[in-house]
C-alpha cells in the first residue's frame, strides 16, 4: 500500500506540475477599479465578497454557522465528569490580557467599519473578537467567563444574525441595491456572527476537554 | 431569476428561523410552500443569468436541470417531512437547509458557486448522519467527511489550474472558450475527481454506501434521492464545459459493475441499498457520457423517488424490527413497509409500468447495441442483486404509514407519466426485455448464490489512498483523451 | 513566472498532507493533513491572483494595474469554509473518543 501511495503522490505532483507549468501565458483579467466605482466602495476585494460575489458569501456564512450548530450539537451533553484540568493562571496573562483586551476590540471594530474602503471586513474582525474573547478566558478561566457569557442567548443572537444577512442578501441582489451602507451592515452582521461562533467552539472544546 | 434566489433565500431563512424558534416543522411545511411558490414562478426555466453582474458574478440558469432537481427536491422534502414528523425539531430545521442547499445547487452554473454548494451540503449530511449519536454512525459520518474534504481538495485545485489559465469560472463561457491545452485538461480532470469524490463514484464508491446506511432513516432517503443528484448534476455541467465524455463511460461501466459486485455480497439491508446507490449512479453516469441529457434527467428524478422509497421503507422496516441483517428481517416487516420495499425493488430493476421501467427505456432510446447491451446487463445485475429481497415482501401485521405512500404515488405516477409522454416505450420488444432481464437476474442470483467470492475488507486509508488515485488517474485520463 | 514558488508550495504542502493523512492512524494527524493538504489547496488560489508589478486591489494605492481581486475573495471563502469542516470533525472526533476510548483509525474499523 506504502508504494502505490508513493506512486500516487508521484503522480499528483507530477500532475500538478504540469499543469502549474501549463497556466503561462496567463490570461488578462477585468480591471478592479471600475467595479469597486461602481459598487461605491474603495476596496475591490470587499465589492467581490460582499457585492458581486454576495450569493457565495450567504453560503460561506451558512457553512460557518452550520458547522457551528453541529459542533454545539455534538459537545452539548459531553461534560468531563471528575475534576477538569486546571488551566494555568499566571499574574502575567492576567495583566496582560487587561492591557490588551481594550485595544484588540477598538481594532475589531475598526476592521469592521473599514473594511469597504480598505484592507479588512466582517471575517477578519469577528476572528479578532473571538480571539480577544480567547483571551479574557485564558485569563479568567473558561468556566467563569462561560458562565458570563450566557451562551443560550448569544446561540439565538448568532440564528437571527444569519436570518438578517439572509434578508439583506435579497435586499442586495433581488433589489439591486448598491451602498457603502450595505457593505458596513454586511461586515458588522459577519463579524457578530464570526465572533459569536468562534467563541461557541472554543468554549465547547474547553468544556469537553479531558482524557481519554 | 429573481423568484428562484428569493425561494432559495426563504427555505435558509425559515431553516434559522425553525432552529431559533424551535419551530422546525412548522417552518418546513412553510419552506416547502415558498419553494413551491418560487418553482411556480420561474416554472418553465429561465435563461442564464450572472448574479452580482459582471464580470466576476455568479452565473444561474433555470433549465432543465434545475427543472427536475428543484421538483425531485420539493417532492421528497415533503415525503420526508410527512414520515419525521414525530422526530425532533432541530432535525427538520437542518433538513430544510440541506435540501435548501439541493436547490441552489439545482441552478447554479459557477464552478466556484458548486464547491461552496457541495460543502455546505457536506457539513449538514454529516451532522444529520451522526445525529442519533450511535457510534457507528459518528464514525460513518467521519468518514464521509474526510472523504468529501479530501474530494474538495482536489476540485480547489482543479478550479485553480482551469481559473488560472482561463480566467473564468462561469461553466458556460467556460464552454465557448478554446480548452484544449495542458492546464485546463488536467484542472478539469481534477474538478472531475472532486466531484467525484463527493458524489461517490469510481473507486470512492466503496465507502459512502455505509454512510447512507448508518443514516437514520429520512437522511437516507435525502443523502440517495437528493443530495447525490446534486454531484451528479455537477458533474454533468462539468461535461458541457469540458471534453469529459469518454472519461464518464468509463467511469459509468466501472462504478455501476463494481456497485453491483458489493451489493450481491452485502447481508446488512440498507447498506445494500446503499450500494445500489453506487451502481445506479452508474448508469447517469454512462447516460451523460453518451449525451443523452434528458434521459440521464429523468433517471436520476426515477432514481430518487423509487431510491426513496426504498430506503423509507427498508429504514421502516429496520427501526420497528430493530435487526439490519435482511436474513433476520424476514417475517418482521409491517404490511406498508412490504409494499413499499417490493413496489421499489420492481421499479429498481427496471419493471413497467414503474419509474424505473419508463427512465431506463427513455435512457436507453436511441443509443447504440452496445450501450443497450451494457444496460441490459446492468438491470441483470440488479435484479440478481434484489433477488435476495424476495422473502422481505410478504409483510405481517400493520404498521406505519407515514410517507411511503406519497413515494409509491411518486413511482407509479412518474412511470405511467413517461409511459404517456414516450410512446416508443409502449412496444412489446421493450416489455419483454424489461421482463428477461429480470428472469436472468433471478436465475442468475439462484446460481450464485453459493459461490459468491469475499471481497476484500478496506479501511480509511484505503479510501484516501483511492481517492489520491482517482484524482491521479482522472487527472492523466483527462490529459491524454 | 514570479508566482512559482507559491503555486509549487502549495503543491508540496498538498502532497504532504496527503502522505500524513494516509501514513498515521491518529485520527487527529489524520485531521492535521486534512487541514495542510486544503491549505495548500488555498495557497494555490491565492497566489494565482499575483503578477509582476501590481498594486493591492484598492482605489488608488499605488501604481501599476491593481492584482486580480477574484481569487483573493474566493480564498476568502475558501479559508472560512475549510476552518468549519475541520472544527466540525474536531468534534466528531471528540464525540468517538468518547464512544470508543480510542482514536486509532484500525482499532475503529476492526471493532466495527
Redesign the interface.
Known amino acids: ?2 508504494f ?2 508513493v506512486c ?2 508521484a ?3 507530477g ?10 501565458p ?8 471600475p ?4 459598487w461605491g466602495v ?4 470587499a ?3 460582499l ?21 454545539r ?3 452539548l451533553g ?1 461534560r468531563w465528569h471528575g475534576e477538569l484540568p486546571p488551566v494555568a493562571e499566571t499574574p502575567l496573562l492576567r495583566r496582560s490580557a487587561d492591557l490588551l483586551l481594550g485595544p484588540v476590540l477598538v481594532f475589531a471594530l475598526y476592521l469592521v467599519a473599514s473594511g469597504h ?3 479588512g ?1 466582517g ?1 477578519p474582525a469577528g476572528a479578532i473578537l473571538g480571539s480577544a474573547l480567547l483571551l479574557l478566558a485564558l485569563a479568567k478561566g473558561v468556566e467563569r467567563l462561560s458562565a458570563e457569557l450566557y451562551e443560550p442567548r448569544l446561540e ?1 443572537l448568532e ?2 444574525v ?2 438578517f444577512l ?2 439583506l ?2 435586499v442586495v ?2 433589489l439591486g441595491v448598491r451602498a457603502p451602507a450595505a457593505f458596513v451592515a454586511a461586515n458588522l452582521l459577519v463579524a457578530v456572527e ?1 465572533a459569536i461562533g468562534a467563541w461557541a ?1 472554543l468554549h ?2 474547553a468544556s ?1 476537554r479531558g482524557e ?1 | 431569476m ?1 423568484a428562484a ?2 425561494g432559495i ?1 426563504a427555505y ?2 425559515l431553516g ?2 425553525g ?2 424558534f424551535g419551530k422546525g416543522r412548522e417552518t418546513a411545511a412553510l419552506a416547502i410552500l415558498a419553494g413551491l411558490v418560487s418553482l411556480g414562478l420561474w416554472a418553465p426555466g429561465f435563461p442564464e443569468e450572472v ?3 459582471p ?4 452565473a444561474v440558469a433555470g433549465d432543465f436541470w434545475a427543472l427536475g432537481i428543484w421538483g425531485l427536491a420539493l417532492f421528497l422534502h415533503a415525503a420526508t417531512l410527512l414520515h419525521a414528523w414525530p422526530k425532533d425539531q ?1 432535525r427538520h430545521a ?1 433538513i430544510t ?1 440541506l435540501v435548501g ?1 439541493c436547490l ?1 445547487g439545482g441552478i447554479s452554473r459557477d464552478l ?2 458548486l464547491y ?2 457541495l ?2 451540503s457536506s ?2 449530511s ?2 444529520l448522519i ?2 442519533e ?1 450511535r457510534s457507528a454512525a459518528v464514525w460513518a459520518a467521519l468518514r464521509y467527511l474526510f472523504l468529501a474534504g479530501l474530494g474538495m481538495t482536489f476540485y480547489l ?1 482543479g478550479l485553480g ?1 482551469v481559473y ?4 473564468l469560472l462561469s461553466l458556460s463561457a467556460l464552454a465557448q472558450v478554446e480548452t484544449g ?4 485538461r ?2 478539469a ?2 474538478l472531475l475527481a472532486g466531484a467525484a469524490t463527493k458524489t461517490g463514484v469510481f473507486l470512492l464508491g466503496l465507502w459512502l454506501p455505509k454512510a447512507h446506511g448508518q443514516a437514520p432513516t429520512e437522511v437516507s432517503l435525502l443523502l440517495s434521492g437528493l443530495v447525490v443528484k446534486v454531484g451528479v448534476v455537477a458533474i454533468a455541467r462539468l461535461v458541457e464545459a469540458f471534453p469529459l465524455g469518454p472519461i464518464l463511460l468509463a467511469l459509468g461501466i466501472l462504478t455501476g459493475f463494481g456497485g453491483i459486485l458489493y451489493a450481491l455480497r452485502e447481508t446488512d439491508l440498507k447498506t445494500m441499498l446503499g450500494h445500489h446507490t453506487v451502481s445506479q449512479l452508474g448508469y447517469m453516469l454512462l447516460g451523460l457520457g453518451v449525451g443523452a441529457w434528458e434521459g440521464t434527467l429523468m433517471y436520476a428524478v426515477a432514481h430518487g423517488l423509487f431510491k426513496g422509497l426504498l430506503f423509507l421503507s427498508a429504514g421502516e422496516a429496520v427501526e420497528k424490527s430493530g435487526v439490519r441483517s435482511i436474513a433476520e428481517l424476514s417475517g418482521k416487516i409491517p404490511r406498508p413497509a412490504a409494499l413499499g420495499l417490493a413496489l421499489g425493488s420492481l421499479a429498481i430493476v427496471g419493471l413497467p409500468p414503474l419509474a424505473g421501467f419508463a427512465a431506463k427505456g427513455l435512457l436507453s432510446l436511441g443509443q447504440p447495441l452496445w450501450v443497450k447491451t451494457i444496460f441490459f446487463s446492468l438491470s441483470v445485475g440488479t435484479a440478481a442483486s434484489f433477488a435476495k429481497l424476495i422473502p422481505l415482501f410478504r409483510g405481517q401485521g400493520t404498521g406505519r404509514f407515514g410517507g411511503i405512500p406519497l413515494l409509491d404515488a411518486g413511482v407509479l405516477g412518474l412511470g405511467i407519466l413517461g409511459l404517456l409522454l414516450f410512446p416508443e416505450l409502449l412496444t412489446l420488444k421493450a416489455w419483454a426485455e424489461a421482463f428477461s432481464a429480470a428472469g436472468l437476474g433471478v436465475i442468475a442470483y439462484l446460481l450464485l448464490r453459493a459461490r459468491l467470492p469475499a471481497l476484500p475488507k478496506l479501511t480509511l ?2 479510501a484516501f ?1 483511492a481517492a ?2 482517482t ?2 488517474i482522472l ?2 485520463l483527462a ?1 491524454v483523451a | ?1 514570479e508566482s ?1 514558488s507559491g ?2 508550495l502549495a ?2 504542502l ?2 504532504l498532507g ?2 500524513v493523512m ?2 498515521r492512524r491518529n485520527l487527529v494527524w489524520k485531521l492535521l493533513g486534512l487541514g495542510v493538504a486544503s491549505g495548500g489547496s488555498i495557497l494555490f488560489l491565492v497566489a ?1 491572483s499575483h ?1 509582476p508589478g501590481v498594486r ?5 494605492l499605488g501604481p501599476g ?2 492584482a ?3 481569487p ?3 480564498v ?2 475558501a ?3 475549510r ?3 475541520l ?2 470533525a ?3 472526533v ?2 468517538l ?2 464512544h470508543r ?3 486509532d483509525s484500525r482499532r475503529l474499523e476492526e471493532e466495527e
Open positions: 500500500m506504502k502505490l501511495l500516487g503522490l503522480g499528483l505532483l500532475l500538478l506540475g504540469a499543469g502549474l507549468i501549463g497556466i503561462w496567463r490570461p488578462e483579467f477585468p480591471d478592479s477599479d467595479v469597486a466605482k461602481a474603495a476596496n475591490a476585494v465589492a467581490v465578497v457585492g458581486v460575489r454576495l450569493w457565495d458569501t450567504i453560503f460561506e456564512v451558512l457553512v460557518y454557522v452550520v458547522a457551528m450548530v453541529g459542533v450539537f455534538f459537545l459531553m474602503i480598505g484592507p471586513g471575517f439565538r440564528y437571527v444569519v436570518v439572509l434578508f442578501g435579497a441582489l433581488i464570526v467552539v465547547r472544546f469537553a481519554v | 429573481n434566489l428569493a433565500l435558509f431563512g434559522f428561523l432552529i431559533v448574479v452580482g453582474g464580470p466576476w458574478g455568479i432541530l437542518l437547509l442547499t441552489a466556484f458557486n461552496v454548494v460543502e455546505l457539513l449538514l454529516v451532522i451522526a445525529y449519536g485545485f489550474l488560472g489559465r482561463t480566467g491545452d495542458m492546464a485546463s488536467i484542472g480532470g481534477f486509508d484505503h489512498l489520491v488515485l484524482a491521479v487527472g492523466s490529459l | 513566472m512559482l503555486l509549487s503543491v508540496v498538498a502532497a496527503l502522505w494516509v501514513s494565482l503578477r493591492p486591489p484598492i482605489l488608488g494595474p491593481a486580480d481581486p477574484l483573493q475573495a474566493l476568502l471563502t479559508i472560512v469554509i476552518f468549519a469542516t472544527a466540525l474536531l468534534a466528531l471528540i464525540l473518543t468518547e476510548h480510542t482514536q
